[in-house]
């Protein structure tokens, strides 16, 4: 931790000095919340006002503005040096200036919602409906989502997918002001009843990469890339039959979690020119500020994002926290992707308070392609390509074994471009690993080199966890344990060999959910007395729509078209959560965005489906900075008992405790500042702590009538918690009572090896229970 934040620390300190040129950049300039003073087109005037302040031509200032945020979010964004920037930024009334940092997909390149269902006991009636519906219960009380509306901040959609249809779906809601724009290979036509808004937003884009390339990407909402197709119809794509990769994988019913919200689509995220395709996007924050504003005041109820950085700023410099606390102010929940990044400690991204921040596991399903190595050995594994190699065995070769001479030690087995010798991998099965490049480009190379199949084996450290490629040549990939079994075969033997069976589908594989190795891990950097990231949801190997403009590996190279797309991620996780979100947003239609968070986190499951504790992909039990409260339940999300609600003013008094006041310029902070820890939040986190320490937390009774909750506590190991009172009477709905929660350390119990690996909390929980609802929240301790 400490280590991490003084990295930190020192690159934004470093950072303006280094980039101290006259060069122009974009920078955001955010002055809060609009008072509601100015008309519309009197806020653009006085955006530039600022702007002819520190430009020297009243030419040059106009020229200099990208956006001028008007709706919610007071603020705009223009090119600037950094001198003009630190001036700006010097004003009163001028919250932050802030580069518009490029963000990136948080992909890791649908049987989901029917094992969230299975984890509530209760099952579909169509078993082989892998991606079909949420318990049927939840939906049919929710009207499937009926009239909820949900903006996507992605890369667009692709709109003849059956997902979008809009046949049998009730009307646009009237509080709907957002548009149809129009664009390339879009016209007003491609909005209907599902999609009812679709918006695009370039200019930050092409600041920094000049004019879009049109060959690249559309400019319009249509999607080139297949991302924001997935995510946007895993969230609210209509329940379409008989959908499956290529044929016959993941055979069954794909739909969304909420099938009958109308979807509202803001492109935000571009196609980098002179990239391969896989990774090829970005997403400005410029951008993505401009789509958040109008995605507000065109009346969305949930903001689904699966967008994220490795390298998180302050709040004050992030553009989606920013965004997302205007959308929280007016009740909308908003969803973001934890990022990709595990299993390192402390990667976890948009850990804002107000934002469920989603985490990825994987599902009940596997795509079994075994490998029989020569000996007659059979080892597990799995793939989704659709090649296929005859019933016979051909030669197996490590790539480390067969480089060509200038690949270095390191990298020998990795099977980066040209790094193949291909007159030895001709004709043969080559084994490569897991690590740099990416898994579909490792394919390509052996496909290349002339091999005639590939294995792909995880490195260590990486598990059982394996994702399940569209390989363009014949292809399984192997967890660690196959891995190491597959190199110690080859060098047994004088003439190794292998054949690959083609894949099938398998359901109700176990242990699931399994944390996916790549989900990125607790705590914040940013502020460690907010647990993060809040749940985990399906984000591995999941099914959804894809956009019939890109390929299922997203390679140049590869010119396979599909409807439909195998992917993994926490970009794929976050929609599941979205949906569940619109879900309770039905239900509970005055809810507030942090009482649907808090819903969800309490009501959240810590077993797997053997009864057994959530593991992480190597087996080991997983813990809070993996999943946070767990895997989500949204059926019992929708009848929570108690909710931890918070509001706007609770979030702005949080920043000041934090030292970060003036978020909104008609809020002055309290003179006695609470402890940033005791925002009302459904989990708790304390770190480096002191002796003792108490925080307090409200409680709204949101069941019906009389109740009396009890507080249960398994305290993080070495600490005592105790809980006063521990016994809530509740009179009627509605109705808060207010707890402390008192930590003290007991005993020392982390070891020296512990602590340098980062491993120096210990967790618990705080359970509430009135013999019908368990009302559970996460802790996490440390001392060091
Ligand atoms: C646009 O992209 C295409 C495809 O990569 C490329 O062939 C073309 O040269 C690019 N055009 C420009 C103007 O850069
Ligand atoms: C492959 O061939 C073996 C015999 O060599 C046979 O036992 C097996 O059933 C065959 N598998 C398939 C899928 O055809
Ligand atoms: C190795 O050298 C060859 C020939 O000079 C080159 O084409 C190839 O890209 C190089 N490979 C790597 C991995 O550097
Ligand atoms: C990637 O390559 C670099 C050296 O070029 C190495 O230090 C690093 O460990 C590699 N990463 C993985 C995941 O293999
Ligand atoms: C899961 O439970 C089944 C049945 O109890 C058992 O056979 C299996 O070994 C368990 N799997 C794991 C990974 O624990
Ligand atoms: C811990 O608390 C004690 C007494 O309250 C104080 O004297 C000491 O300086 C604190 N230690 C740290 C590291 O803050």
Redesign the pocket.
């Known amino acids: 931790m400490e280590i991490i934040s003084k990295i930190l620390f020192l690159f934004f300190f470093l950072l303006p000095i280094l980039a101290a040129s006259s060069e122009n950049q974009v920078y955001i300039v955010y002055l809060g919340g609009h008072k509601g003073d100015k008309e519309v087109h009197e806020i653009e005037q006085f955006h530039h006002s600022y702007l002819a302040s520190v430009k020297e031509t009243e030419q040059e200032a106009r020229a200099s503005m990208l956006y001028s945020y008007k709706h919610s979010i007071n603020g705009f964004a223009a090119t600037l040096t950094p001198d003009q920037a630190s001036k700006l930024s010097e004003l009163e009334e001028v919250i932050s200036v802030f580069r518009s940092h490029p963000m990136k997909h948080e992909m890791h390149t649908t049987r989901s919602w029917e094992f969230v269902g299975l984890e509530e006991g209760i099952k579909t009636t169509q078993m082989h409906s892998h991606t079909a519906g949420m318990t049927q219960g939840l939906l049919s009380k929710a009207k499937y989502g009926h009239n909820v509306i949900v903006g996507v901040l992605d890369s667009g959609f692709w709109p003849e997918s059956k997902s979008y249809s809009d046949e049998g779906m009730g009307p646009i809601p009237k509080s709907w002001k957002g548009i149809c724009q129009t664009g390339d290979a879009f016209t007003s036509s491609h909005c209907n009843r599902k999609v009812i808004g679709g918006r695009y937003y370039v200019k930050g884009y092409e600041s920094v990469y000049g004019p879009l390339n049109r060959t690249l990407d559309y400019l319009s909402p249509r999607d080139k890339d297949g991302h924001g197709t997935h995510t946007s119809s895993t969230v609210g794509g209509r329940a379409v039959p008989d959908a499956a990769f290529m044929g016959d994988l993941a055979e069954g019913t794909a739909s969304g979690g909420a099938p009958l919200v109308h979807l509202a689509i803001y492109k935000v995220c571009w196609a980098i020119p002179g990239q391969d395709k896989v990774d090829g996007n970005t997403c400005f924050e410029a951008d993505m500020l401009a789509a958040m504003d109008d995605a507000i005041n065109d009346g969305v109820h949930v903001l689904s994002i699966s967008i994220g950085t490795s390298q998180p700023t302050g709040y004050a410099q992030d553009g989606i926290a920013i965004g997302a606390l205007h959308a929280v102010n007016k009740g909308i929940v908003v969803s973001c992707s934890a990022g990709n990044s595990g299993p390192h400690p402390g990667t976890v991204a948009n850990t804002a308070p107000w934002i469920i921040t989603v985490g990825a596991s994987s599902v009940d399903r596997k795509f079994n392609a075994p490998v029989v190595l020569g000996n007659g050995f059979i080892l597990e594994g799995q793939t989704t390509t659709t090649y296929r190699l005859d019933n016979v065995t051909y030669p197996l070769v490590y790539a480390g074994d067969i480089t060509?001479p200038?690949?270095t030690q390191e990298?020998a087995g990795q099977c980066?471009?040209?790094?193949l010798s291909s007159e030895k991998a001709n004709g043969k099965i080559v084994f490569c690993i897991r690590g740099n490049g990416t898994r579909v480009g490792k394919g390509l190379e052996v496909l290349r080199a002339g091999g005639i199949g590939y294995i792909l084996g995880n490195a260590k450290g990486q598990g059982e966890e394996i994702v399940a490629d569209p390989h363009v040549l014949p292809a399984t990939a192997l967890g660690e344990y196959g891995a190491m079994q597959i190199l110690k075969y080859i060098k047994s033997t004088r003439y190794p060999a292998a054949k690959i069976y083609p894949a099938n589908t398998q359901v109700g594989t176990s242990p699931a959910p399994f944390m996916a190795s790549f989900t990125s891990r607790g705590p914040s950097v940013l502020d460690p007395t907010i647990l993060k990231p809040d749940i985990t949801a399906p984000g591995l190997n999941i099914l959804a729509a894809w956009s019939e403009a890109d390929a299922p590996t997203k390679l140049a190279a590869d010119d396979r078209r599909v409807q439909w797309n195998i992917y993994s991620g926490t970009s794929m996780s976050c929609p599941h959560v979205s949906a569940a979100a619109a879900l309770l947003k039905a239900i509970h239609p005055t809810w507030s965005s942090a009482a649907i968070r808090s819903a969800l986190i309490t009501t959240a499951g810590l077993k797997n489906n053997n009864e057994s504790l959530i593991t992480d992909s190597m087996g080991n039990q997983a813990d809070a900075f993996q999943y946070g409260a767990g895997h989500f339940r949204p059926t019992k999300a929708a009848d929570p008992g108690l909710v931890y609600d918070a509001s706007y003013t609770d979030y702005l008094t949080y920043l000041c405790s934090l030292g970060m006041p003036g978020f909104d310029t008609s809020f002055k902070c309290p003179q006695k500042l609470p402890k940033t820890n005791d925002l009302n939040q459904p989990s708790l986190a304390i770190p480096k702590l002191n002796g003792t320490m108490t925080v307090t937390r409200t409680v709204t009774n949101v069941a019906k009538g009389k109740s009396y909750y009890f507080a249960s506590v398994k305290p993080p190991m070495g600490y005592k918690v105790n809980i006063s009172p521990n016994i809530l009477v509740f009179k009627h709905k509605g109705q808060k009572k207010t707890f402390s929660i008192t930590v003290e350390k007991e005993r020392d119990v982390i070891s020296n090896t512990q602590a340098a690996n980062g491993q120096e909390y210990q967790f618990g929980w705080l359970t509430w229970y009135d013999g019908i609802h368990t009302v559970r929240s996460p802790m996490a301790v440390s001392s060091v």
């Open positions: 060509v200038n690949v990298l980066l471009p040209n790094s």
